[in-house]
Nanobody
């Protein structure tokens, strides 16, 4: 059974940093074949793309709203993907999800094209 478990969320002040992690289990050695993405959903809003990383980590994508502040990375040996979030803003407040997609993905790949999802980790940024 495939599981994605996010961690690292919390309550911070504007300008602070957080690093989210997403540990995948049940994918075994095939984790390295998956594009991994981060999405977020704020109350009353639709789930939106944040960032994605190719299977080998060489290609990354970011939403314009986080470009230059967030950095996605992955460690295929640990079956884990990360999202380093710097210079956090109150508008970054949301439930953050990681997702896995076997056949590649870009910033244009819609959420329902991802194969697996985590339960999310809450990020709250106070002003």
């Amino acid at each position: 059974q495939v599981q994605l478990v996010e961690s690292g969320g919390g309550l911070v002040q504007a300008g602070d940093s957080l690093k989210l992690s997403c540990a995948a289990s049940g994918l075994g050695r095939t984790f390295s074949r998956y594009t991994m993405g981060w999405f977020r959903q704020a109350p009353g809003k639709e789930r939106e793309f944040v960032s994605a990383i190719s299977w080998n980590g060489r290609t990354t994508y970011y939403a314009d709203s986080v470009k230059g502040r967030f950095t996605i990375s992955r460690d295929n040996a640990k079956n884990t993907v990360y999202l380093q979030m710097n210079s956090l803003k109150p508008e970054d407040t949301a439930l953050y999800y990681c997702a896995a997609r076997l056949f590649g993905g870009t910033d244009k790949t819609p959420p329902d094209h991802y194969d697996y999802w985590g339960q999310g980790t809450q990020v709250t940024v106070s002003s």
